[in-house]
């Protein structure tokens, strides 16, 4: 017998294929993707004044909310061909996103472990929550819930946003807000076909009723071969080194919502079942029985009365469920193991949450939240051998529970008719577990010829997850269940100014993070390391002109240091630009490149060469017929590359880095009907 696997951690979910499409009926022609320039036409004015509705208890317009704030949107999405969320994330100034062939991870101002499925940042569909409550991460590549096409615009809100989030929320929040019904007033489908035979098909319907209430329903489907590539280290082990179906997999989402003014309920399946024959975690080289597949079910229903002019109360009850199932195949000879992690959270909640302008000049958010941990299981056996066939009990069944409270309140108030200053604090607190204070403090002025000038001071903390606390099996010691709450201070300050068509923004940041949890290269054990330290800076440039054109490009400093030094996968420099263009006759086109400087392995310091790619995508969408087509060609110059890996260990030995893909494309038609 093989002894049990030694994971380093159990990585988040797949997904299955729906059964079927759901049926919609015939309706008029939508308007498809806003027609002509959708990609370019929003205005820099109108971009300014777009409301944060979603994630209210921030500034209710990015300019005047203390934090730096970017603004995607739809066009945006299909100008340049985005698939994932991991692909919006990429273009931003700050955040980087690696890929071990099982899940992309995302990370932001250098603090980005490979791996590392807790982001520290909080992600939202509609202000809810996508964190689940065992790994509490959110994947971003195709394990998302959400397909990207239905998605109005995303808000990624930067620095700590603790007191008025909680945990999760370190480095910020990216809340995806979802189209309306009546943004389609009909039927939408798509069809795309990609590299390494990659098929996907989406039917959306959308919306009103006769009484004013505004629907939603999608489902969608995906079904991917994969594709070769080489792994020549694992040529020491005696074995072909060709990996084949690397990134096949199967799947499906299915989205409802219904909408009014005064109350919205959401309803958000999806699965990814995905094939990983990297050899990772020592499992058989190559051999499609590795799977790991990821279901979210998310529900959530919310409601706004208005007491008077001034004040309105919201309330939302929601509830989460998430599996995961990672099978790892092991060849001893005679036997043939398949290992198996199984975990299943549950959760629900409550919030109620007050806005009031009833004193003048001010605008106050007090909230309240209970949220219940029903399930926070972890399970890991040899599938019919129990525990490394000593004994027909699992290696590890931890069962947990837990319950949370906050409160939390924060002052908007104007200093001026330029001025205004943010107070906010949150009390978060684990019953028969941490507590935290979380302070906020922002300051926003406005100038007449100088710009905007914005200063932010937050404090915020991240909880140890039950995985972090409780994996541990007889072979293979994870989980610290001593671990300490990670807490950070942060100090920040933003500058934006238009200049002629463009808008030019810089922030500055300087964050100290205490008793970062990390597992420990030697051992593996999690552990609370010493302070991490960062500073850098991020600068970008958005322009629009000719009602043709669209650039957003910027720079991005950063420099994190810990107690060895330089932490691993954090680049010093990255640059990255997105060119839209109208070319005529119906064509679009969205050019994007992205530098990566040289980054660190975590085994003593080896150096992952920098890179340079570009992608492009062309739309041809008719002035008059409600379709459209697209080719996106991903890696355009098929540069070879490689990301930091997590050092999870193969048959071979160690690995560090893992080969990314060359070139690929996908060809994608939408039809209105």
């Known amino acids: 017998m093989m002894p049990i696997p030694r994971l380093r951690r159990a990585p988040p979910p797949r997904l299955r294929v729906l ?10 022609l939508p308007a498809l993707a806003n027609a002509r320039l959708d990609g370019i036409a929003m205005s820099l004015e109108e971009l300014a004044e777009v409301r944060i509705l979603a994630t209210p208890k921030f500034a209710e317009d990015a300019e005047h909310s203390p934090s730096a704030i970017t603004i995607v949107t739809r066009a945006d999405i299909r100008t340049f061909g985005w698939r994932t969320l991991a692909d919006v994330l990429r273009s931003l100034q700050g955040f980087t996103v690696t890929d071990d062939h099982t899940y992309s991870y995302a990370g932001v101002r250098g603090v980005s472990a490979p791996g590392d499925y807790r982001q ?9 929550s996508v964190n689940e409550n065992v790994f509490a991460s959110v994947p971003v590549d195709s394990a998302f819930p959400l397909d990207l096409d239905l998605v109005e615009r995303i808000e990624v809100i930067r620095g700590p946003s603790a007191s008025v989030y909680g945990g999760d929320s370190m ?24 590299s390494g035979l990659d098929r996907r098909a989406r039917l959306t319907r959308g919306g009103e009723t006769d009484g004013g209430i505004g629907y939603l329903v999608s ?33 499906g989402r299915l989205f409802a919502q219904l909408r009014s003014n005064d109350w919205r309920a959401t309803l958000t399946h999806s699965e990814r079942d995905r094939i990983v024959p990297t050899g990772s975690y020592t499992t058989d080289f190559n051999d499609p029985a590795h799977r790991e597949k990821d279901v979210f079910t998310l529900a959530e229903l919310g409601a706004v009365q208005a007491l008077d002019g001034d004040t309105t109360v919201h309330e939302r ?16 000879a005679p036997d043939y193991v398949l290992n198996r992690d199984d975990v299943v959270g549950e959760w629900w909640g409550m919030e109620g949450r007050v806005v009031s302008r009833a004193l003048a000049g001010q605008r106050w958010t007090v909230g309240a939240e209970l949220r219940e941990n029903l399930r926070q299981d972890q399970k890991n056996a040899d599938a019919g051998y129990g525990c490394y066939g000593l004994s027909t009990s699992p290696c590890l069944d931890s069962r947990e529970q837990s319950r ?26 684990r019953f028969g577990g941490n507590r935290h204070w979380s302070p906020r403090v922002g300051l926003v002025h406005e100038t007449a010829n100088a710009g905007i000038f914005k200063l932010l001071y937050a404090s915020a903390f991240r909880d140890p997850t039950v995985f972090e606390r409780f994996y541990t099996t007889p072979t293979y010691i994870y989980g610290n269940p001593v671990l300490r709450a990670e807490r950070m201070q942060s100090i920040e300050a933003a500058w934006e100014k238009r200049i002629g068509n463009g808008r030019l923004t810089a922030s500055v940041y300087l964050f100290r993070l205490k008793d970062l949890i990390a597992p420990d290269v030697d051992t593996g054990v999690v552990r609370n390391s010493g302070p991490l330290t960062g500073q850098g800076l991020e600068l970008e440039y958005e322009q629009r002109w000719l009602d043709r054109y669209s650039l957003r490009t910027g720079y991005t400093f950063q420099q994190p240091r810990g107690d060895g030094g330089r932490p ?11 060119l839209g263009a109208e070319l005529g006759g119906g064509f679009i086109a969205g050019l994007e490149g992205q530098y990566v400087s040289t980054r660190l392995t975590g085994d003593g310091g080896r150096r992952v060469p920098d890179y340079a790619i570009a992608n492009l995508n062309l739309r041809y969408v008719p002035a008059g ?19 930091p890996a997590a050092g999870d260990t193969t048959v071979a030995g160690a690995r560090w880095t893992m080969p990314q893909l060359g070139r690929t494309a996908m060809l994608t038609a939408r039809l209105g009907f």
Do not use: C
């Open 404 to 429: 949370l409270f906050n409160l939390y309140a924060q002052n908007e108030i104007n200093l001026g008719p330029a001025t205004l200053l943010t107070l906010g604090m949150r009390f978060d607190q």
């Open 120 to 128: 520290r940042f909080q992600v939202l569909i509609d202000g809810m």
């Open 568 to 578: 691993e996968n954090a680049a010093r420099h990255m640059l990255k630009a997105n």
């Open 317 to 332: 009850v929601y509830f989460g469920r998430y599996r995961y199932r990672g099978v790892f195949p092991y060849t001893e």
């Open 171 to 194: 480095f910020g929040v990216v809340n995806l807000v979802t189209r309306s019904g009546d943004s389609l007033n009909g039927n939408e489908a798509a069809l795309s076909l990609g």
């Open 625 to 643: 017929p409600a379709w459209e087509l697209a080719l996106g060609l991903y890696n355009l110059f098929d540069i070879r590359f490689s990301e």
């Open 219 to 251: 489902a969608s489907g995906f079904n991917a071969q994969g594709q070769g590539m080489d792994f020549p280290e694992m040529g020491a082990a005696g074995i072909d080194t060709r990996a084949t179906r690397l990134r096949g997999e199967t799947g």
């Open 19 to 28: 059964a079927a499409l759901l049926a919609a009926t015939l309706a008029p």
